[in-house]
């Protein structure tokens, strides 16, 4: 991997109704776009718990992409409401943690929409090549090197204080 | 935990699709990459998996090589998710065992590049390989289904639906908002193409439907509640006072007779406030029910307790009359529902431009339907205010259609018709000149362009241009003609045209209501607020909601032949959901872990569905698994994680996302 190029990785949330279907969509239109994304299909946005986003970004993801139906549109009434809700919330929090912004995206596209499928990845992965990579488990291990170096120090106080 | 004890083995399979796949993805590398995962014992590519040959190699290798989960990569999961979970159960393993890998619509069709396309591929294994080792055997929830149907709005579509129904021996409940059934078709005076008269071909329907022994008609009625699931709605349906009694009336209508006001003074909304009736009334002759309704309005006993009551006295001993009259509500249970609530005309005033409602002699097609109607305001005799015959008419079309600046978007589909079919009738009643003024003539469907071929050659003028705007004719010395200005965009020259008489053509809307009755039946509306279908193609007359369906123009505007059609397509979808008897539900539903439940009621209110609740002895929610449609709201919500999504457990999905993103 680090002899080659360094390629974005996206992992991008699907609901099952509108963008997953988009997707097979600009499939069998033969829409073609970058091969970067990794579609992970779910039945609803509402089912996809911020964890999933953190886990993926700590796994090696560079960018997360959620797909959802246009808002009043969702086959659940309102699950992409409350996709919105925690969308809004955790992009405040990774904004706070050095996370920037463009890397997790959220996009309302309807199962006729093939073409925004393909738009959507494409202008993405543009967006994410230019910040460059997240690499957060290589960091992980930066600072878990970090933390075994001030370990004794550490332990020394905890000592004291406890 | 006894999933830790099971052996895992997973046979992995690679379509090739043809070359759909084959021809990019390196299905052999592929195919050996998947071999060296964890809990892999055999993996294979195949030509066409989906094909017979090609399930029946699944089965056999559940037998030889004791599989336990199985995993295909070929198309979207949307495509044969469902013929492989069967390939599985005939092979003895739990259909859930199964894991779709879509590599052709999400990877070989949308990628060029063969070594990133074939590494995207290894990913989606990987992901699916990881993510099946949580898979837990489970069993589809059956439900039992009622076997009746609610019909709701009886215009044409709500009239077809319920006979077919009825026709089939299954018990029906039609409601009706109006005080008769017939809907927009009983106003008409001819259909085209063929110009047969609107009431002879509907009011046979009409008396059908109150004889048939299996509908059980409530007009002048509105649905008040639903609640429930495919296969058991609760229904309140709200019969409004007619001040009648329905059971005790015989349709004498000596009551309209004998009523204190001797003669109609009231607009009937029937003929659109073109002619007059009485407080107590029926809308037309030929009505269903023929029981007349008392307008409380207008009747001097209910609105200002003071009244001769000569009506009460010519029913006499029948005692059908009873000012006292309040709502009744009657709660069903109904497997299926149909929604035919119709459209409304559009209002024209909305176009000030075209001088409805401000200058005489410019009418809505469906007024002139009602002039040209042998039972209507006139008798049939379409005629001027000043009481002669129309020498010139103008006939405007796509009013409030096709007008995306000031309107609506969408052409209404009827109008080209019923205007061509509006000229030959004026031309047959006056001999009148008469002007079409047109944007393009769509005229598609059996005997359509035909019917339009013979309309033009009966001597009827065609302006190809829309209207800019009607005005008075300064001209005329009664100052009671009007001018269309229209642009011809044949000839490129601006044309006045002096006219008597000016019809509008104007366009289907969706129901004023039709947001909130769609919440109350939890289907949605598309953008333009007419119904939307489950599939513009593949399921035209099913919703997102199971077991509630649609007909007729509630969907779209649409002709008579197309609505009735679509009416008898509905209720064979709603029999063959019923006829059943039970009904499988989604696998995809969630559930509770009760150990782990703190009672938060976190998940509570965010369930669209009201399906969670909490158990008041317990203090931990439960989950009514008929009513849960699987969308997993709760499942992320919930803090503790005690609860979880059948096929979507979060560990199943932390799985796949560290599969695909697990460097090679």
């Known amino acids: 991997m680090n002899s080659k190029k360094w390629e974005p990785r996206i992992v991008a949330f699907f609901c099952n109704w509108c963008t997953y279907r988009a997707a097979d969509l600009a499939g069998i239109s033969r829409m073609k776009y970058a091969p970067n994304v990794r579609i992970i299909r779910v039945m609803c946005t509402g089912r996809i718990d911020p964890q999933f986003i953190l886990n993926a970004f700590s796994k090696g993801a560079d960018g997360v992409l959620i797909g959802g139906c246009h808002p009043g549109d969702c086959h659940y009434v309102e699950g992409n409401y409350k996709a919105l809700r925690r969308f809004r919330l955790l992009s405040r929090m990774l904004k706070d943690m050095g996370i920037e912004e463009g890397r997790l995206r959220l996009e309302w596209i309807s199962a006729s929409e093939g073409e925004k499928v393909q738009w959507a990845v494409n202008n993405m992965l543009e967006k994410v090549r230019g910040m460059g990579p997240l690499d957060l488990p290589d960091h992980f291990k930066e600072w878990d090197k970090e933390m075994e170096m001030v370990k004794p120090e550490l332990s020394e106080k905890v000592v004291r204080n406890g | ?664």
């Open chain 2, 1 to 664: 935990m006894d999933d830790l004890k099971e052996e895992i083995r997973i046979g992995v399979y690679v379509c090739h699709c043809g070359t759909n796949i084959a021809g990019i993805i390196d299905v052999k590398e592929v195919s050996r990459t998947a071999a060296g995962l964890p809990g892999v014992v055999i993996s294979r590519d195949y030509k066409y998996m989906c094909s017979y040959p090609g399930q029946a190699i699944i089965q056999e290798d559940i037998k030889e090589y004791k599989l336990t989960r199985l995993i295909v990569a070929a198309c979207s999961p949307l495509m044969h998710e469902e013929t492989f979970r069967n390939a599985a159960a005939k092979g003895g393993l739990n259909p859930f065992s199964f894991q779709m890998v879509n590599i052709r619509e999400h990877g070989a069709w949308v990628n060029d590049d063969k070594e990133a396309v074939t590494m995207k591929a290894n990913d989606l294994i990987r992901a699916a390989v990881y993510r099946i080792v949580c898979h837990k055997p489970f069993q589809r929830t059956r439900v039992d289904i009622q076997p009746s149907v609610l019909v709701v709005g009886g215009g044409i579509a709500g009239i077809q639906a319920a006979l077919t129904i009825a026709n089939a021996g299954k018990k029906v409940f039609l409601v009706e908002r109006e005080p008769t059934i017939g809907g927009h078709m009983a106003k008409f005076d001819k259909t085209f193409p063929t110009l047969d008269c609107a009431a002879c071909i509907l009011t046979p329907k009409m008396t059908s439907v109150k004889a048939h022994p299996n509908i059980t008609l409530w007009a002048y009625s509105e649905v008040r509640k639903v609640e429930g699931f495919v296969g058991n709605y609760k229904v309140q349906v709200g019969r409004k006072p007619r001040y009648i009694h329905e059971d005790l009336c015989v349709g004498c209508l000596k009551c309209i007779d004998s009523c204190v006001y001797e003669k109609p003074q009231f607009p009937k909304e029937f003929d659109l406030g073109l002619s007059k009736r009485k407080p107590v009334y029926i809308p037309f002759p030929q009505a269903v029910p023929q029981i007349p309704v008392i307008d409380p309005e207008t009747c001097n006993k209910i609105k200002f307790g003071k009244c001769k009551q000569l009506c009460m006295e010519a029913c006499n001993e029948r005692k059908a009359i009873d000012f006292d009259q309040k709502e009744k509500i009657e709660e069903i249970e109904v497997g299926a529902i149909i929604i035919a609530t119709g459209f409304k005309i559009f209002d024209p005033k909305r176009l000030p431009c075209y001088g409805y409602g401000i200058y005489q002699n410019i009418y809505t097609s469906i007024e002139v339907e009602r002039l040209l109607n042998a039972s209507g305001p006139t008798g049939g005799k379409v005629v001027l205010q000043n009481g002669k015959k129309p020498e010139t008419v103008g006939i405007i079309h796509c009013v409030g259609s096709r007008d995306v600046l000031n309107t609506n978007s969408w052409c209404s589909r009827v109008c080209c018709l019923y205007s061509l079919k509006l000229a030959h009738l004026l031309k047959e009643h006056t001999e009148a000149k008469i002007y079409n003024f047109y944007i393009d003539i769509r005229a598609p469907g059996k005997n359509m362009e035909e019917f339009y071929n013979r309309v033009s050659k009966e001597g009827i003028h065609f302006i190809r241009g829309r209207a800019a705007s009607v005005t008075l004719d300064d001209s005329d010395e009664n100052m009671s003609g009007v001018v269309i200005q229209a642009e011809d965009t044949l000839i490129g020259k601006t044309l006045k045209v002096p006219v008597d008489m000016v019809v509008l053509s104007v366009g289907m809307e969706p129901q004023p209501d039709a947001k909130e009755v769609g919440r109350m039946f939890s289907i949605p509306c598309a953008e333009n607020s007419f119904f939307l279908e489950q599939h513009p193609k593949l399921a035209p007359v099913s919703t997102m909601t199971e077991g509630i369906f649609l007909a007729g123009c509630c969907q779209g505007p649409k002709d008579i032949p197309d609505t009735v059609a679509q009416a008898g397509a509905a209720a064979s979808e709603a029999l063959s959901l019923i006829d059943n008897g039970y009904k499988e539900l989604e696998p995809y539903t969630a559930y509770i872990e009760e150990d782990e439940c703190a009672g938060c009621k976190t998940c509570i209110p965010l369930c669209p569905y009201s399906a969670i609740s909490l158990h008041e002895e317990k203090k931990k929610a439960i989950i009514q698994e008929t009513l849960c449609r699987g969308c997993g709201v709760c499942v992320s919500a919930c803090p503790s994680g005690s609860i979880k999504q059948k096929l979507f457990e979060d560990r199943e999905i932390f799985c796949e996302i560290n599969g695909v993103l697990e460097r090679q």
